[in-house]
């Protein structure tokens, strides 16, 4: 469970990685994707699983569109 400071907000440096599996057992790496936060904002660098930079940058709608829903500083967790 990830838990911001009081108030909702993460601390400003924070680094968050997701990596995301093509299969439920986390061994076919499909992509890992980096929130840092930086002056107030989210920077997002989805890459490959092959490393590539897929996307980079503040604001990126695949991104922030879905996560603009969340109520904890755009950060949401899932559990499976």
Do not use: R
Request: net charge negative.
């Amino acid at each position: 469970t990830i838990q911001a400071q009081a108030g909702g907000d993460m601390p400003e440096g924070s680094l968050i990685v997701k990596e995301g599996f093509n299969d439920t057992a986390g061994s076919d790496l499909k992509a890992t994707t980096y929130m840092w936060k930086k002056d107030g904002e989210w920077f997002w660098v989805g890459k490959s699983a092959s490393g590539n930079v897929a996307s980079a940058g503040y604001g990126i709608s695949e991104c922030a569109d879905c996560h603009a829903a969340s109520t904890n500083d755009s950060v949401m967790a899932e559990t499976y």
